[in-house]
């Protein structure tokens, strides 16, 4: 089960590419779907994600350091089908390349 933060309202939810339960949030495009990958449990650990959740709620805005974001998003691209509005076909399985915590 995948645990990621919601980019829209910091709440940590299950999966990355769900919508929230709070905010109704739900990522679609390539960037947002790239982003809410890299603040999922596909790549920081739990206690990093709820201290990422809780600076946004403080309204501090998202930093993704962008080599990283640019390497999902390819892959993103590359290997999920999309429907005309942006949204993933293949709900909560996005593409994992190398995990690595060197990024929190
Ligand atoms: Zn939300």
């Known amino acids: 089960m995948t645990t990621a933060v919601c980019l ?20 679609c495009g390539p960037d947002q779907l790239a982003q809410a990958v890299l603040v999922s449990d596909h790549f920081l650990g739990r206690e990093v994600l709820e201290a990422m959740g809780e600076r946004c709620r403080r309204g ?9 974001l640019d ?8 290997t999920v089908p999309f429907d005309e509005l942006g949204h993933p076909l293949a709900m909560d399985q996005p593409p994992a390349p190398t995990p ?4 929190a």
Do not use: H, M, N, Y
Not at 10 to 20: D, L, M, N, P, Q
Not at 60 to 68: A, D, N, S
């Open 8 to 27: 829209e309202c910091g709440r940590i939810k299950r999966g990355a590419w769900t919508s929230c339960p709070d905010c109704g949030f739900e990522p």
């Open 60 to 68: 501090e805005p998202w930093q993704f350091p962008q080599g990283l």
């Open 71 to 78: 390497v999902v998003r390819e892959r993103i691209v590359a």
């Open 100 to 103: 690595s915590d060197d990024e």
